[in-house]
T-cell receptor, first 113, second 112 residues
Framework: NAGVMQNPRHLVRRRGQEARLRCSPM?????VYWYRQLPEEGLKFMVY????????ESGMPKERFSAEFPKEGPSILRIQQVVRGDSAAYFC???????????FGPGTRLTVL | EDKVVQSPLSLVVHEGDTVTLNCSYE??????LLWYKQEKKAPTFLFML????IEKKSGRLSSILDKKELFSILNITATQTGDSAVYLC????????????FGTGTRLKVLA
């Protein structure tokens, strides 16, 4: 049973480009969470999605950032017109919605030049 | 504002020592508290605690929750170099949606 998958593992973008991060939850999980982690800091909640629905996006900047979790396919976190301050590790986690335990993917390390 | 505070921020010990990591919280509508271990990649799940006073144990690791005093501790006995990691505490807030609030973590380094 594969765990949470994220790709790419590393992504380099120049300022102004778009970054697209993908997350495939564990089999049987329909709840996906995205977090951002800066060096030496904890995980900051960004957005919580269920299939085709955004449940809570209170941690996500209102501009340039968007997330989706379509009926088919992975969840996608999209950052438009990236800036240097977007450089961070972005982790995705999934749960089955029955328990509170989240399982994390390996993360995508975004570097903006 | 909901918050989770972990202490100490960092800790250096020698193999064989016992360590206690602390996590205190202030959240509305507490639901559960979780501990994770993060090495250089994804956080891995250690424990989930929902009830006060009931110790959860896994090998050399154990954890307990005090819902009256709003804190949890994670104990590691007979530490090994492989225990070196950042230990994260997260609290689940039942208000609105199930939002997870993470502390900044305790960075543990175990020296041989």
């Amino acid at each position: 049973n594969a765990g949470v998958m994220q790709n790419p593992r590393h992504l380099v973008r120049r300022r102004g480009q778009e970054a697209r991060l993908r997350c495939s939850p564990m089999k049987g999980h329909s709840h996906v969470y995205w977090y951002r982690q800066l060096p030496e800091e904890g995980l900051k909640f960004m957005v919580y999605l269920q299939k085709e629905n955004i449940i809570d996006e209170s941690g996500m900047p209102k501009e340039r950032f968007s997330a989706e979790f379509p009926k088919e396919g992975p969840s996608i976190l999209r950052i438009q017109q990236v800036v240097r301050g977007d450089s961070a590790a972005y982790f995705c986690a999934s749960s089955d919605g029955e328990t509170d335990t989240q399982y994390f993917g390996p993360g995508t390390r975004l570097t903006v030049l | 504002e909901d918050k989770v505070v972990q202490s100490p921020l960092s800790l250096v010990v020698h193999e064989g020592d016992t360590v206690t990591l602390n996590c205190s919280y202030e959240v509305t509508n507490f639901r559960s508290l979780l501990w994770y271990k993060q090495e250089k990649k994804a956080p891995t799940f250690l424990f989930m605690l929902t009830s006060s006073g009931i110790e959860k144990k896994s090998g050399r690791l154990s954890s307990i929750l005090d819902k009256k005093e709003l804190f949890s501790i994670l104990n590691i006995t007979a530490t090994q170099t492989g225990d070196s990691a950042v230990y994260l505490c997260a609290v689940v807030n039942l208000s609105g949606t199930y939002k997870y609030i993470f502390g900044t973590g305790t960075r543990l380094k175990v020296l041989a």
